[in-house]
């Protein structure tokens, strides 16, 4: 293009190369000098709004199309996901961390030829940075925001089904890995975002895993220790579980293993403050006489590790782990299931009752066995528990519509 062969307006399709071109000169760090760090990871924003602003990679031209031009924003996208790949490449894991966040972009406004040509590329170059012993979080925070970007998109098209199960199924362990070794919660929400991806659109990648990843994801459940929105990412995770298996047992099992746990937290909570009939008589709904109870929630090692933290009559935890248990059961009963199921109507409101019905008032037989904290602490969590329940009521109307 001329210098003054000016652009007709914004929407002129020769302005767009030429943006791309200059956004990698001008805005993205080099690889020149791999001692250099990257100085201004705050462009990345103005870079990432630039490119969606502009569609700079959709490489879509108006018929008829100036094969020339078609050419030349073909090597531009060239040049920018060449880029990118070199910074990813990079050990400086500032550039490294540019790199993954913009190929995370990539993966969703790219053309659709593109993409599909080139997905498996940009797979394996993110799949090693998540397997990389690696002291720098935030690299791995982004790649499995971009992975979900890259699955996300991938999910929508039923001709790449069976590549994009296989290639799912190899993150699940090391998503696994790192819910069980990191302690930082961003990690976490990467990682169950990640998890919560792939079992929407390829749900039978964690098939194999299915166990362990009951066990990790209810482990963390259990320990209490995250905050509000962890505990609704966690809740929707395990919720999305028995879509690995896609049948009617899986479903229920899954959800009677959660009110059960739930029912044995609220046994440890109400101690002292019900009549001991509520709990029997949700236990004989739960375990109807004659059957045995299923395996517990995350199986027998979960169950001793959070007996075992447990020590206090009462620990700060407890509302938490019941709360979000809670939630799981609200999505479990108002999200779309491949089959349908049988909801255990009578046993949910028999357990919303119980909880409703404990306002924290001690009889005159009970007050020598429990201290004025003690009761403190439970009235101040109370009204957490009767609003769980009362979502669980709502989400019962919702989901059987009666």
Known sequence: MAVFDFFANMEDSRLKPRLLK??????????????????????????VSTIKTHSLLSESLPEPCDPKLVETWKSAVDAWIEHLLSLISSKMPDKCWAGICLLGVTCQECSLDRFLASYSVWFQKLFAQIQLPSDSHFVKIASCASLSDLFTRLGGFSTVKKDGTSQASQLIQPILKLLTEEVSETMWEGAVDLLCTLMTFFPSSVHRYYDNAEAVIVSKILSGKYNSGMSKKFAEVLALLPKARGDEDSWTLL?????????????????????????????????????????????????????????????????????TLMQCCCIMLTSPYTVQVTVPVRLLLALVGRVLSVDGSL???????????????????LPVLHLGSLDILIAVIKGVRR
Not at 363 to 381: K, R, Y
Request: one cysteine or more; a negative charge; proline letters at 9%.
């Open 363 to 381: 009889g005159q037989a009970l007050q020598p066995f429990m201290t004025v904290m003690q009761q403190e602490l439970i009235c101040s969590e």
């Open 22 to 47: 200059s956004l990698i000169t001008d805005r993205l760090p080099t690889n020149e000098n791999e001692k250099e760090p990257f100085t201004a990871p705050y462009e990345l924003a103005a870079v």
């Open 255 to 323: 959800m009677q293993k959660i009110l059960i746990s739930i029912n044995m937290h609220l046994n440890d909570a109400f101690q002292g403050l019900e009549e001991e009939t509520k709990s029997t008589e949700v236990v004989r709904l739960l375990v109807p006489p004659g059957k045995d109870p299923p395996p517990p929630l995350g199986g027998q090692s979960v169950l001793e590790e959070v007996s075992a933290q447990a020590t206090k009559w009462f620990d700060q935890w407890l509302m938490l782990r019941v709360s």
